[in-house]
């Protein structure tokens, strides 16, 4: 798999941390910036992070699927479990079907103009399993633009 092709699919799990946000506490509408970093271990120097920007409404904020960069809700092929929001801080579990099937499990803290996460995840490619550690912080950037 190259890494490029690699990434995607990573970037594309953070999709399940978007799953979790279903309880979130409340957070300000408008525009945020999202940093997504991937490690791994072997990998050289690592991935540049990848950054995006999108406007939310609360609405969006209560919509896991409108939170998460990428998220095609039909056709994911991962589920959470084990939601807990404490606090602050929602803690979850995942699982990923089909080719490169993950599992994992992640963490996001939140402050309402800011947030920040982890998801740990175990990717089976070939007879090898690949660990990452993704980590991700979204800010308000102000409101959206029109």
């Known amino acids: 798999m190259t890494l490029p092709k690699f990434l995607a699919l990573a970037i594309g799990s953070f999709a399940i941390a978007g ?8 957070m300000k509408e408008g525009l945020w910036e999202i940093t997504v970093k991937m490690n791994m271990p072997g990998m050289p120097a690592g991935a540049p992070p990848q950054v995006m920007q999108r406007c939310f409404t609360q609405k969006d904020f209560e919509n896991p699927d409108k939170m998460a960069p990428g998220n095609d809700s039909k056709s994911s092929r991962c589920e959470t479990s084990d939601y807990k929001l404490q606090g602050n801080t929602a803690t979850w579990k995942m699982a990923c079907q089909g080719e490169n ?5 992640g963490s996001m803290t939140f402050s309402g103009a800011s947030y920040t996460g982890t998801n ?3 990717m089976r490619h070939g007879d090898q399993t690949m660990n990452m ?3 991700y ?3 308000h950037l102000g409101p959206c633009k029109k």
Do not use: Q
């Not at 099937?101 to 499990?105: F, L, Q, R, S």
């Open 133 to 135: 550690t993704m980590n």
């Open 120 to 122: 740990k995840m175990a």
């Open 19 to 26: 799953t979790a946000l279903a309880a979130a506490p409340k």
């Open 101 to 105: 099937a993950m599992t994992g499990a």
């Open 137 to 139: 912080a979204g800010r």
